[in-house]
């Protein structure tokens, strides 16, 4: 059994749960490889699966474009490649949690300054590169005058979300239709006494609508961030791998899945190559 | 040679058709579905594959074919001059093929014997006891329970096609018969240890291998995770799977000796078998038929009442207990039917009348709590994070079922 994660090798102090996943893994007798184009230079035709499932761990357009390819020539993937790539828009992913019924935050997406500020009249603002799943989810633009500043984020459209500010932050990582919560409070974390992310119990309404994201967006891992304003919850965030930050026995459950998600392609024992030369055989 | 096995599915391919076929008998299967009749006469051949950390073997079992347990007369015709007669249909199953069974002892001439592997702790004077309902001189014949080491997690493969079935377990291969209760000679079968105290063993095999096993497979259930494997890496499950066996090795030390009861080694050696990945086991499969798992006399229930006989606290066991109580899974009809009768009569009707414990005992009160602080989360597929504070994953509804649940 062969797994494929389409990322860059985390570093060493990273706290990605990727690597005891992949120990895991391996110690469950699979393999367990790091799919990477690190620096690299590679023949496009010679791009086909190699492993039994690959695993889309990285957003990063290098990532995207070899999981692309890799999903082309044939390959297994958990998460289909479709729903992650399309994930990578915000703008796209906002339109279609819209379209679902999904509480979201009253939502743009422009280019220029002169949106940014007519935006930035219209009360404060979350501003965030349209075109990542990443970054910074919280970053909150609450004067006009920052505007100008925030309009340094990329070259492409920005996407920017009403901000909601009710204290509660909440950050469900979904693993395969298995959903846990942490939750972090904004309050705290503005007064300088941010106690990090810890997991809590989730109600029966983000459960659902947790769910409603990955069916919207055609994802069975991903991460949903909610904001509670006003007791109504709102999600401002979807990604399609979760960090699955403070999670109990996250690596553990992330490779239970995913060893289970292998499983029914698998027909031949990893240590078995040999086929029937290999047989003892009990003849009449 | 010629040996019938009554019962072709994982234990009966994957370790009693293999034994006998090593050990040069002609293998004639019995089977109830149709399909695995003309699988096993169209293909002849099956697989066994034995798995061990990411070392595994395949042996080709050759040499068989199949009769239908619908049509009395071939399987009559084929025991009357069998060998050795061996079960593997689950004791569900037992009731169904003792008719078969008597008509074909009926045609001997001579004395057989019957090796029941069946989980049950008298497997042998049970299928007994249904034979001589249709065969009332059953006396002339041998029946014994089979303790197999063996544990045989899956078939793969599918019987409508040509390609042999494959099973998988892992590698230990020897199996324990009751002496006392069969006729001599005794079938020379590789792997078989005939013993004077079977009784014994298999309580000892029940209160530790299995009790540990079903602790996995609760508390892994109950915690969201898809594999016995999975489970045991779990900290708290592991130390809840050894407490477990702990108090049923104490327990069997203290009622039998410690000869029975094995060693605390033999009990890290049991731990390393539920780590094997190979096998792919499932928590549902190790965890279904919550209700025969729960009997006075078995795995968990019988080595709690057994370890508080002795004066030993069964913390673990009890922990297991309440875990089981809370088992449900849409393919295991058992479960349903123990949730549905939880709902319907509560835990104090269920405690009484499947595990034979009077809800007002210690025990019975230790059960009752601990089942109370699992069910008050469980169910819905709600996932336990951790134990040492009741976590879970998604808030406990209070509506009218949930309070059913924790009558």
């Given at each position: 059994?062969?797994?494929?994660?389409?990322?860059r090798?985390?570093?060493?102090?990273?706290?990605?749960?990727?690597?005891a996943?992949?120990?895991?893994?391996?110690?469950w007798?699979?393999?367990?490889?790091?799919?990477?184009?690190?620096?690299?230079?590679?023949?496009?035709?010679?791009?086909?699966?190699?492993?039994?499932l690959?695993?889309?761990?990285?957003?990063?357009?290098?990532?995207?474009s070899?999981?692309?390819?890799?999903?082309?020539?044939?390959?297994?993937?958990?998460?289909?490649?479709?729903?992650?790539?399309m994930?990578?828009?915000?703008?796209?992913?906002?339109r279609?949690?819209?379209?679902a019924?999904?509480p979201?935050?009253?939502a743009?997406f422009?280019?220029?300054?002169?949106?940014?500020?007519?935006?930035?009249?219209?009360?404060?603002?979350?501003?965030?590169?349209?075109?990542?799943?990443g970054?910074?989810?919280?970053n909150a633009?609450?004067?006009?005058?920052?505007?100008?500043h925030?309009a340094?984020?990329?070259?492409?459209?920005?996407?920017?979300?009403?901000?909601l500010?009710?204290?509660?932050?909440?950050?469900?990582?979904?693993?395969?239709?298995?959903?846990?919560?942490?939750?972090?409070s904004?309050?705290?974390?503005?007064?300088?006494?941010?106690?990090?992310?810890?997991?809590?119990?989730?109600?029966?309404e983000?459960?659902t609508?947790?769910?409603?994201?990955?069916?919207?967006?055609?994802?069975?891992?991903?991460?949903?961030?909610v904001?509670?304003?006003?007791?109504?919850?709102?999600?401002?965030?979807?990604?399609?791998?979760?960090a699955?930050?403070?999670?109990?026995?996250?690596?553990?459950?992330?490779?239970?899945?995913?060893?289970?998600?292998?499983?029914?392609s698998?027909?031949?024992?990893?240590?078995?190559?040999?086929?029937?030369?290999?047989?003892?055989?009990?003849r009449? | 040679?010629?040996?019938v096995?009554?019962?072709?599915?994982?234990?009966?391919?994957g370790?009693?058709?293999?034994?006998?076929?090593?050990?040069?008998?002609?293998?004639?299967?019995?089977?109830?579905?149709?399909?695995v009749?003309?699988?096993?006469?169209?293909?002849?051949?099956?697989?066994?594959?034995?798995v061990?950390?990411?070392?595994?073997?395949?042996?080709?079992?050759?040499?068989?074919?199949?009769?239908?347990l619908?049509?009395?007369?071939?399987?009559?015709r084929?025991i009357?001059?069998?060998?050795?007669?061996?079960?593997?249909?689950?004791?569900?199953?037992?009731?169904?093929?003792?008719?078969?069974?008597?008509?074909g002892?009926?045609?001997r001439?001579?004395?057989?014997?019957?090796?029941?592997?069946?989980?049950?702790?008298?497997?042998?004077?049970?299928?007994?006891?249904?034979?001589?309902?249709?065969?009332?001189?059953?006396?002339?014949?041998?029946?014994?329970?089979?303790?197999?080491?063996?544990?045989?997690?899956s078939?793969?493969?599918?019987?409508?096609?040509n390609?042999?079935l494959?099973?998988v377990?892992?590698?230990?291969?020897?199996?324990l018969?009751?002496?006392?209760?069969l006729?001599?000679?005794?079938?020379a079968?590789?792997?078989?240890?005939?013993v004077?105290?079977?009784?014994?063993?298999?309580?000892s095999?029940?209160?530790?291998?299995?009790?540990?096993?079903a602790?996995a497979a609760?508390?892994?259930?109950?915690?969201?995770?898809?594999?016995?494997?999975?489970?045991?890496?779990?900290?708290?499950?592991?130390?809840?799977?050894?407490g477990?066996?702990?108090?049923?090795?104490?327990?069997?030390?203290?009622?039998?000796?410690a000869?029975?009861?094995?060693?605390?080694e033999?009990?890290?050696a049991?731990?390393a078998?539920?780590?094997?990945?190979?096998?792919n086991?499932?928590?549902?499969?190790?965890?279904?038929?919550?209700?025969?798992?729960?009997?006075?006399?078995?795995?968990?229930?019988?080595?709690?009442r057994?370890?508080?006989?002795?004066?030993?606290?069964?913390?673990?066991?009890?922990?297991?207990?309440?875990?089981?109580?809370c088992?449900?899974?849409?393919?295991d009809?058992s479960?349903?039917?123990?949730?549905?009768?939880?709902?319907?009569?509560?835990?104090?009707?269920?405690?009484?009348?499947t595990?034979?414990?009077t809800?007002?005992?210690?025990l019975g009160?230790?059960?009752m709590?601990?089942?109370a602080?699992l069910?008050?989360?469980?169910?819905?597929?709600?996932?336990?994070?951790?134990?040492?504070d009741m976590?879970?994953?998604?808030?406990?509804?209070?509506g009218?079922?949930?309070?059913?649940r924790?009558a």
């Amino acid at each position: 059994m062969r797994f494929g994660f389409v990322m860059r090798p985390p570093a060493k102090d990273s706290s990605s749960v990727i690597p005891a996943v992949m120990r895991l893994l391996s110690e469950w007798g699979a393999t367990a490889d790091y799919v990477d184009l690190s620096e690299g230079l590679i023949d496009i035709s010679t791009i086909r699966a190699r492993h039994d499932l690959y695993v889309l761990a990285s957003t990063t357009a290098t990532a995207l474009s070899l999981a692309g390819a890799m999903y082309a020539a044939g390959a297994r993937t958990l998460n289909p490649y479709p729903s992650v790539a399309m994930s990578h828009d915000r703008i796209v992913v906002t339109r279609m949690l819209q379209a679902a019924g999904i509480p979201v935050p009253q939502a743009f997406f422009g280019t220029g300054t002169a949106a940014l500020a007519r935006l930035g009249e219209g009360g404060p603002t979350v501003l965030k590169p349209s075109g990542s799943s990443g970054g910074p989810a919280f970053n909150a633009m609450r004067e006009t005058d920052e505007t100008a500043h925030n309009a340094s984020l990329g070259h492409g459209p920005f996407f920017a979300q009403r901000y909601l500010d009710d204290g509660r932050a909440l950050r469900l990582s979904c693993i395969g239709g298995q959903i846990f919560g942490v939750e972090r409070s904004w309050t705290t974390r503005s007064k300088g006494r941010d106690t990090g992310w810890r997991p809590v119990p989730v109600s029966a309404e983000l459960c659902t609508i947790a769910r409603l994201c990955g069916q919207a967006v055609g994802l069975c891992l991903y991460e949903v961030d909610v904001v509670e304003n006003g007791g109504q919850p709102y999600v401002v965030n979807v990604s399609p791998f979760p960090a699955l930050t403070e999670v109990p026995d996250a690596a553990l459950r992330l490779a239970d899945y995913i060893y289970a998600e292998a499983h029914p392609s698998i027909d031949r024992h990893p240590a078995l190559s040999g086929g029937k030369d290999q047989d003892r055989v009990f003849r009449s | 040679m010629k040996a019938v096995v009554i019962g072709p599915g994982r234990v009966g391919c994957g370790f009693v058709g293999q034994q006998l076929r090593a050990s040069g008998f002609e293998v004639i299967f019995a089977a109830r579905n149709p399909q695995v009749v003309a699988h096993l006469n169209r293909v002849g051949r099956y697989r066994i594959r034995l798995v061990g950390g990411s070392r595994a073997e395949e042996i080709l079992v050759e040499g068989i074919r199949a009769v239908p347990l619908s049509n009395l007369d071939a399987v009559a015709r084929e025991i009357a001059d069998a060998d050795v007669v061996a079960t593997a249909v689950t004791v569900a199953g037992l009731p169904d093929i003792a008719r078969p069974l008597a008509v074909g002892l009926r045609r001997r001439a001579a004395p057989a014997n019957v090796l029941a592997f069946e989980n049950l702790i008298d497997a042998g004077s049970q299928l007994r006891a249904l034979v001589a309902r249709h065969l009332p001189d059953t006396g002339l014949h041998g029946f014994s329970g089979a303790l197999v080491s063996r544990a045989i997690a899956s078939r793969l493969g599918d019987v409508r096609g040509n390609k042999p079935l494959t099973f998988v377990g892992d590698a230990p291969a020897s199996f324990l018969v009751d002496g006392q209760s069969l006729r001599w000679p005794l079938p020379a079968i590789e792997g078989m240890v005939a013993v004077e105290d079977y009784r014994m063993h298999a309580l000892s095999k029940l209160y530790t291998f299995s009790a540990g096993h079903a602790t996995a497979a609760y508390l892994g259930h109950l915690k969201g995770y898809r594999y016995i494997h999975t489970a045991i890496r779990d900290a708290e499950i592991r130390a809840a799977v050894l407490g477990a066996m702990h108090e049923g090795h104490q327990a069997l030390s203290a009622e039998y000796g410690a000869r029975f009861a094995g060693s605390g080694e033999d009990l890290s050696a049991i731990v390393a078998r539920f780590d094997n990945a190979g096998l792919n086991d499932p928590v549902s499969r190790v965890g279904r038929e919550p209700l025969r798992k729960l009997g006075s006399e078995d795995r968990l229930v019988g080595a709690a009442r057994m370890a508080e006989r002795c004066g030993i606290h069964p913390a673990y066991l009890i922990l297991a207990i309440a875990a089981a109580l809370c088992f449900e899974h849409e393919d295991d009809p058992s479960s349903l039917t123990l949730q549905s009768e939880l709902t319907a009569g509560g835990v104090v009707r269920v405690l009484r009348d499947t595990c034979r414990l009077t809800p007002s005992s210690p025990l019975g009160r230790d059960v009752m709590e601990a089942r109370a602080r699992l069910a008050s989360g469980s169910g819905d597929g709600n996932v336990l994070l951790r134990l040492r504070d009741m976590l879970w994953a998604s808030e406990t509804d209070p509506g009218p079922s949930r309070t059913a649940r924790t009558a």
